[in-house]
């Protein structure tokens, strides 16, 4: 027994030396993965570059600091006349509550297309929408049915679940972004070709929780390959047939939704984890409070983003 215990003393001080001591060097050489070659990383380490610096030009701060107002009383003569599509995030509980009230505070004659976003398995949410259209189809007149046929909803995967872990959230998460991006960019741009609009909604409204990233995300992606394509297929390209300036004419022309994210109305000293992640990257990020809007002392206001709008209450 004396002599087995000894052994078992020496095989664990054997496991305990370092790898590079128990295997010889040439088998670790086989262990580490293959090193790309140099230009393959430099390409890589430049594209990435690239876009960073296209997303951080598209970033709501870095545009013209021309005000809304401007852009409104400019756009005013034709935005009457002409129906726009809203899409509206529904992120359970309140959250689903607060932007449900906002939405039926919408003119329904102007904003005749309404796209529910809805997570997976939500089921208060999904059924809290289709009374808020019944309601809005009765008072307007236009059908007593209960899916009007102006209203769509869409079921997105939950980027992460209730006290999911940490560790499989990446996974979740790339599930949702994936799904967004096929429903927000690229069916619409598939509509575009067949003769539709090209886009889900004009505006997208949000208020949370972490769903909205993917949403933000296949967004974005839709606005920096627009810059890419008209880039790529300038007038001073070589592909100056008729065809490359149709194609040019068509991408120029795409349109993408204006992000609209509103803080909860619970959120009264400090920002959700969801809207500190998206606040940059939306074109206009409400808060609720203070209650008076004019209160809001001036150096918050100074160090606020410029897509930042103290609304007041909403709800």
Same mark, same amino acid.
């Given at each position: 027994?004396?002599?087995?215990?000894?052994?078992?003393?020496?095989?664990?001080?054997?496991?305990?030396?370092?790898?590079?001591?128990?295997?010889?060097?040439?088998?670790?050489?086989?262990?580490?993965?293959?090193?790309?070659?140099?230009?393959?990383?430099?390409?890589?380490?430049?594209? =990435?570059?690239?876009?960073?610096?296209?997303?951080? /030009?598209?970033?709501? &701060?870095?545009?013209?600091?021309?005000?809304?107002?401007?852009?409104?009383?400019?756009?005013? &003569?034709?935005?009457?006349?002409?129906?726009? *599509?809203?899409?509206? /995030?529904?992120?359970?509980?309140?959250?689903?509550?607060?932007?449900?009230?906002?939405?039926?505070?919408?003119?329904?004659?102007?904003?005749?297309?309404?796209? @529910?976003?809805?997570?997976?398995?939500?089921?208060?949410?999904?059924?809290?929408?289709?009374?808020?259209?019944?309601?809005?189809?009765?008072?307007?007149?236009?059908?007593?049915?209960?899916?009007? #046929?102006?209203?769509?909803v869409i079921q997105i995967p939950r980027a992460?679940n209730v006290h999911q872990s940490f560790l =499989?959230? #990446?996974?979740?998460?790339?599930?949702?972004?994936?799904?967004?991006?096929?429903?927000?960019?690229?069916?619409?741009?598939?509509?575009?070709?067949? &003769? *539709?609009? *090209?886009?889900?909604?004009?505006?997208?409204?949000?208020?949370?929780?972490?769903?909205?990233? #993917?949403?933000?995300?296949?967004? @974005?992606?839709?606005?920096?390959?627009?810059?890419?394509?008209?880039?790529?297929?300038?007038?001073?390209?070589?592909?100056?047939?008729?065809?490359?300036?149709?194609?040019?004419?068509?991408?120029?022309?795409?349109?993408?939704?204006?992000?609209? @994210?509103?803080?909860?109305?619970?959120?009264?000293?400090?920002?959700?984890? =969801?809207?500190?992640?998206?606040?940059?990257?939306?074109?206009?990020?409400?808060?609720?409070?203070?209650?008076?809007?004019?209160?809001?002392?001036?150096?918050?206001?100074?160090?606020? =983003? #410029?897509?930042?709008?103290?609304?007041?209450?909403?709800?």
């Open positions: 027994m004396d002599a087995l215990a000894e052994k078992l003393e020496e095989g664990k001080l054997y496991l305990q030396r370092p790898i590079n001591e128990v295997l010889p060097p040439r088998l670790l050489l086989y262990l580490l993965p293959p090193v790309p070659p140099l230009r393959f990383v430099l390409a890589a380490l430049a594209l =990435t570059l690239l876009l960073v610096l296209r997303v951080w /030009f598209l970033l709501p &701060g870095r545009r013209s600091a021309q005000s809304p107002t401007s852009r409104s009383s400019r756009d005013a &003569g034709t935005a009457k006349h002409r129906s726009h *599509g809203v899409a509206v /995030f529904l992120g359970s509980g309140g959250h689903t509550t607060e932007l449900l009230q906002l939405v039926s505070a919408l003119p329904t004659q102007r904003y005749t297309r309404r796209i @529910y976003l809805v997570s997976s398995g939500d089921h208060f949410s999904l059924e809290k929408a289709k009374k808020l259209e019944k309601k809005l189809s009765s008072s307007s007149s236009s059908s007593d049915s209960q899916d009007p #046929p102006d209203a769509k992460r =499989t959230t #990446p996974i979740t998460l790339a599930k949702s972004i994936v799904f967004c991006v096929d429903h927000v960019s690229l069916r619409p741009l598939l509509r575009r070709v067949k &003769g *539709g609009d *090209g886009i889900l909604a004009d505006v997208i409204l949000m208020n949370g929780p972490g769903t909205c990233v #993917p949403i933000v995300a296949a967004v @974005y992606l839709l606005r920096v390959s627009h810059c890419s394509f008209v880039l790529w297929l300038s007038p001073t390209s070589t592909l100056s047939d008729h065809r490359s300036a149709c194609l040019l004419k068509q991408i120029a022309g795409l349109r993408s939704p204006k992000l609209i @994210y509103v803080e909860s109305f619970a959120r009264v000293k400090s920002l959700s984890l =969801t809207a500190k992640l998206i606040r940059p990257f939306v074109d206009r990020f409400v808060l609720q409070w203070p209650r008076d809007a004019s209160s809001t002392p001036p150096h918050i206001r100074a160090k606020a =983003t #410029p897509n930042t709008v103290y609304s007041g209450w909403l709800v």
